[in-house]
């Protein structure tokens, strides 16, 4: 097989594969991450992204604000690594985290309002 035009220097293991990503069903699919959930807003006033991390008790536990999705996601994540919070226990839920925040980001940019999925 050839490589494709964007593989350069890289080899292929013995075991590669390319594996086809299956349909995610957003009500079948879902499984909810038992660390936290994430509510997220845009402060148009400060041009900031709010990010407050919640308990399942409805608490507000901390809210993150920054200029950026990236900014915000490895602030999250270091401060919950160094806190020994595990808030994600998840990698599906860091990703949509990261995924909602550029969603934010974008908002915020273009002067639209931004809604969470």
Same mark, same amino acid.
């Given at each position: 097989?050839?490589?494709?035009? @964007? +593989?350069?220097?890289?080899?292929?293991?013995? $075991? !590669? *594969? +390319?594996?086809?990503? $299956?349909? =995610?069903?957003?009500? #079948? $699919? !879902? #499984? /909810?991450?038992?660390?936290? %959930? +994430?509510? /997220? #807003? +845009?402060?148009?006033?400060?041009?900031?992204?709010?990010?407050? /991390?919640?308990? =399942?008790?409805?608490? /507000?536990?901390? &809210? !993150?604000?920054?200029?950026?999705?990236?900014?915000? =996601?490895?602030?999250? !994540?270091? %401060?919950?690594?160094?806190?020994?919070? #595990? @808030?994600?226990?998840?990698?599906?839920?860091?990703? %949509?985290?990261?995924?909602?925040?550029?969603?934010?980001?974008?908002?915020?940019?273009?002067?639209? &309002? =931004?809604?969470? *999925?």
């Amino acid at each position: 097989m050839k490589n494709p035009k @964007w +593989v350069k220097k890289q080899s292929r293991s013995k $075991d !590669f *594969e +390319v594996i086809k990503a $299956d349909k =995610y069903d957003d009500i #079948r $699919d !879902f #499984r /909810i991450d038992s660390g936290c %959930y +994430v509510l /997220i #807003r +845009v402060y148009k006033k400060t041009k900031e992204i709010g990010a407050a /991390i919640c308990d =399942y008790k409805h608490t /507000i536990l901390k &809210e !993150f604000r920054g200029k950026r999705a990236q900014d915000l =996601y490895t602030t999250i !994540f270091d %401060y919950s690594e160094n806190h020994k919070k #595990r @808030w994600f226990t998840k990698l599906d839920h860091a990703a %949509y985290l990261g995924k909602e925040l550029k969603k934010a980001e974008i908002s915020l940019a273009m002067g639209t &309002e =931004y809604v969470q *999925e």
